[in-house]
């Protein structure tokens, strides 16, 4: 069975199911001197994101998952850690964008 996809091509529907290709990015930040700023700054990025983050992990990862390919996910955390503050560098950590 299959339906029309976006553009009109043809994509085989996964059991009767029309399946649309969305790109789900994680994106895991450090938290790297936990404390109250650090929580300030992870409220403030959950504003950004219009979502809620989960808490840090026992190793201090915080794991978010964007509904968007790897580059613009990975500026919609950057942003909203820049708009959260100029100190986020301090307290939390973000991997740089591969490639």
């Given at each position: 069975m299959s339906d029309?996809?976006?553009g009109g091509s043809?994509?085989?529907?996964a059991k009767g199911l029309l399946?649309?290709?969305v790109p789900l990015t994680p994106i895991v930040l450090h938290v790297?001197?936990?404390?109250?700023?650090?929580?300030e700054l992870l409220a403030a990025l959950e504003g950004h994101l219009g979502r809620k983050?989960?808490?840090?992990d026992?190793?201090?990862?915080?794991?978010?998952l964007l509904e968007e390919p790897?580059?613009?996910?990975w500026q919609h955390v950057y942003d909203g850690l820049g708009a959260a503050g100029d100190d986020w560098q301090e307290?939390?950590?973000l991997n740089p964008l591969p490639g």
């Amino acid at each position: 069975m299959s339906d029309r996809g976006r553009g009109g091509s043809r994509r085989p529907a996964a059991k009767g199911l029309l399946s649309w290709a969305v790109p789900l990015t994680p994106i895991v930040l450090h938290v790297v001197r936990p404390g109250a700023r650090a929580d300030e700054l992870l409220a403030a990025l959950e504003g950004h994101l219009g979502r809620k983050v989960q808490p840090p992990d026992e190793l201090g990862h915080v794991r978010i998952l964007l509904e968007e390919p790897l580059g613009p996910a990975w500026q919609h955390v950057y942003d909203g850690l820049g708009a959260a503050g100029d100190d986020w560098q301090e307290h939390l950590e973000l991997n740089p964008l591969p490639g």
